[in-house]
């Protein structure tokens, strides 16, 4: 079949596909879907030549492939005839991946492959990765995502099932890749209800997963992620990973909200992550603001930490060094003040040493030795 067949009958690339899998014998009356018959052998050799020409075509020779296609050949020619073959012969396009490209671009394809072999057939692309790929967490990942996006409980069972025949040290990554998909789809609750009912090994905790789940939720609706974080266990894991991860997640579109809303929460590891997050986020958009926020809970020497987060921050040092002083100036521990002062005023040698080394010789708000210290610990030394 020359190449200037193509051209000359400008052939789709679907009825290119379609072609090959009559050839191979594969969806023929003979030999059923999906199946390895005697034609594999002769349906590799063609889906060869097939990808053969894919690869040699120029754009003018092979018109009817996308446009995206004709842009990047011959590489990205073959990754669309791949993946049009994986959408009816999914072992085939494997097959090929595995034997005819090199390492390098193997991965990702076999990703992609396999994702659209596990939205058809789920239970028929997991067999195969388990029993061709066992130790390649990537490609379960891709099957695990994709099932959990349309049967969640099956990719849980999934997932089970190989984490219990897995190293411990691999139960959260197996369990996160289901995750992924069934948050994907938005469903939140769903995922929650999950990481409740997961049987994980014994002695692993699923904080990792809370986080997850937290975090991807509080990309969306984060009130809604933010109460269902208040309904874990007061002092678990769980619950301060995931207090922290929400905190990073909401923190990019509301920090004033995520303040408030771990103002209100006991002392605890998470609460603390979240305000200093929430701050420091704040103190770089709308230092003014933040710093309004801050001065409406004084007296507080719980918040020696966020505060030292906030004054730290490296964009606020290099705009508003004086605003980053005056907030460190209101840290209660002497220590934590010192190792913020001291952060600061390293920041600020960078961007403006004078305007530094001039505070260090004047400021009255600390002490001669605490200056000398800052000196001694960061090596700073007056200009001459």
Not at 321 to 342: K, S, Y
Request: glycine share 4%; net charge neutral.
């Amino acid at each position: 079949m020359p190449l200037s067949f193509w051209s000359q009958h400008r052939w789709k690339i679907s009825t290119i596909l379609a072609s090959v899998a009559f050839v191979f014998g594969l969806t023929t009356k003979n030999t059923a879907p999906g199946r390895m018959g005697s034609t594999f052998a002769d349906g590799k050799k063609m889906a060869h030549s097939v990808i053969e020409k894919a690869q040699s075509a120029t754009p003018t020779q092979a018109p009817t492939l996308s446009e995206s296609a004709k842009e990047h050949s011959p590489r990205k020619m073959t990754e669309e005839v791949i993946l049009k073959l994986a959408t009816t012969q999914p072992a085939t396009a494997l097959a090929y991946i595995k034997d005819h490209l090199i390492p390098q671009h193997q991965s990702a394809l076999f990703s992609k492959v396999l994702a659209i072999w596990a939205k058809s057939a789920p239970q028929e692309a997991w067999n195969w990765v388990c029993q061709k790929m066992p130790d390649d967490y990537t490609q379960y990942d891709a099957v695990l995502s994709e099932i959990g996006k349309a049967n969640p409980d099956t990719a849980l069972r999934f997932a089970t099932e190989l984490a219990g025949k897995k190293d411990a040290k691999h139960t959260q990554t197996i369990f996160v890749s289901a995750l992924r998909g069934i948050v994907y789809s938005g469903n939140y609750r769903l995922a929650t209800q999950l990481i409740a009912n997961a049987q994980l090994p014994p002695g692993r905790e699923e904080f990792d997963l809370s986080s997850f789940v937290a975090g991807e939720w509080g990309r969306y609706n984060p009130e809604e992620a933010a109460q269902w974080v208040k309904t874990l266990p007061q002092d678990s894991s769980s619950r301060q990973w995931a207090l922290t991860s929400l905190g990073v997640s909401w923190a990019q579109s509301d920090p004033r909200a995520v303040a408030d809303f771990a103002a209100q929460l006991s002392p605890s590891v998470g609460r603390q992550n979240m305000l200093s997050t929430a701050l420091s986020t704040w103190a770089v958009q709308q230092p003014e603001e933040a710093g309004a926020w801050l001065n409406q809970h004084p007296n507080d020497p719980s918040m020696d930490s966020v505060v030292r987060s906030m004054a730290g921050s490296p964009k606020l040092v290099q705009d508003h060094p004086d605003l980053a002083v005056a907030w460190a100036n209101t840290i209660f521990d002497d220590d934590i003040r010192l190792q913020t002062m001291g952060l600061i005023v390293t920041q600020w040698m960078e961007s403006n040493p004078l305007a530094a080394n001039e505070f260090l010789k004047t400021t009255k708000d600390l002490t001669p030795e605490m200056v000398e210290q800052i000196r001694k610990n960061l090596a700073i030394r007056t200009p001459r």
